[in-house]
């Protein structure tokens, strides 16, 4: 009798607890606005995805800054998203899908006279002058300290930091800021 009780306990307690979302089916995820100004990003790119487990179907396209695949279920894509942020690469999944780059990047709102961003890829001169672009954007940037094959830049004037993290994103770069 109480091994019944116990068991009615446990089921009674299953059917009050809060539901939690179900992470099944199959999630095809297309990123567009990935920086990708070479091959080498391009392959960067693949290789981050292939290297998540349960993602597959990866593709690139370099000269649409867009990448797909496939994973198992959401949570999977969400990995592979993180995967490609570790990697400083950003995109945009697109809306209410289930994963998302994650805003990580440690700003904080407000004008700023420089900004020490880290993180994001950048292997050749093309990944330094899309940087370069990203930031002239941004009203009141006069410059930065971007290099090739360097992560990390200082980026100089009278800006709002929340916006230059914002305009990286948008260029394909997933920044952090360094405190």
């Not at 370099?62 to 999977?76: D, V």
């Not at 809306?95 to 904080?108: E, P, W």
């Not at 993180?119 to 954007?137: I, Q």
């Amino acid at each position: 009798m109480k091994r019944v009780l116990a068991l009615v306990g446990v089921v009674a307690a299953t059917a009050l607890a809060p539901a939690r979302p179900v992470q099944t089916g199959e999630a095809k995820v297309e990123l567009k606005g990935v920086h990708m100004c070479c091959d080498g990003c391009a392959h960067a790119v693949a290789e981050i995805l292939g290297k998540v487990p349960g993602v597959g179907g990866v593709s690139t396209d370099q000269e649409k800054g867009s990448a797909a695949f496939t994973a198992p279920n959401a949570a999977a894509a969400q990995r592979a998203l993180d995967a490609l942020a570790a990697g400083g690469f950003h995109g945009d999944a697109g809306k209410d899908k289930g994963y998302a780059f994650k805003d990580d990047s440690g700003v904080k709102a407000g004008t700023v006279k420089s900004l020490t961003v880290t993180g994001f890829h950048n292997s050749c001169g093309g990944c330094a002058k899309a940087f370069r672009d990203a930031v002239k954007g941004v009203k009141g940037v006069t410059g930065d300290t971007a290099k090739a094959r360097v992560a990390t830049a200082d980026v100089t004037g009278e800006f709002d930091a929340a916006e230059l993290v914002r305009a990286l994103n948008r260029a394909g770069f997933h920044v952090k800021v360094k405190q």
